[in-house]
């Protein structure tokens, strides 16, 4: 999908959160971040129930795989091991890494 100065990949095969991050580097990409939440919320309208990895870790707060901080909204964890950032229509939720999810990439369009 093309929005913006970007392209969006949303996967339809499952991967753990190491797995989909290596993907989208493999594609000149990277796991999804997002700039505003203007952008979230165009995302999630393309989403279906399902959650997708996006580039979001929580290594000592929760920041985007460029090392920013996560400022625009909160997350929904319930628990200590859920590590890994996860977007849905409901919006951002935490997950487990291990856990085999669909992901998005997000690469600047040339």
Same mark, same amino acid.
């Given at each position: +999908? !093309? $929005?913006?100065?970007?392209? $969006?990949? &949303?996967? %339809?095969? !499952?991967?753990?959160?190491?797995?989909?991050?290596? &993907? #989208? =580097?493999?594609?000149?990409?990277?796991?999804? +971040? &997002?700039?505003? /939440? @203007?952008?979230?919320?165009? =995302? @999630? /309208?393309?989403? !279906?129930?399902?959650?997708?990895?996006?580039?979001?870790?929580? /290594? &000592?707060?929760?920041?985007?795989?460029?090392?920013?901080?996560? /400022?625009?909204?909160?997350?929904?964890?319930?628990?200590?091991? @859920?590590?890994?950032?996860?977007?849905?229509?409901?919006?951002?939720?935490?997950?487990?890494?291990? *856990? =085999?999810?669909?992901? *998005? #990439?997000?690469? %600047?369009?040339?």
């Amino acid at each position: +999908m !093309k $929005y913006g100065n970007y392209c $969006y990949y &949303f996967s %339809v095969e !499952k991967k753990d959160w190491n797995s989909s991050l290596e &993907f #989208c =580097l493999a594609e000149d990409s990277h796991l999804l +971040m &997002f700039t505003d /939440n @203007q952008e979230m919320r165009l =995302l @999630q /309208n393309f989403l !279906k129930k399902d959650f997708y990895w996006i580039g979001l870790r929580n /290594n &000592f707060g929760w920041r985007w795989e460029d090392g920013s901080a996560l /400022n625009i909204s909160r997350i929904l964890s319930n628990s200590l091991i @859920q590590k890994c950032g996860t977007i849905s229509k409901d919006g951002l939720q935490a997950s487990s890494c291990e *856990v =085999l999810l669909q992901w *998005v #990439c997000k690469k %600047v369009r040339l």
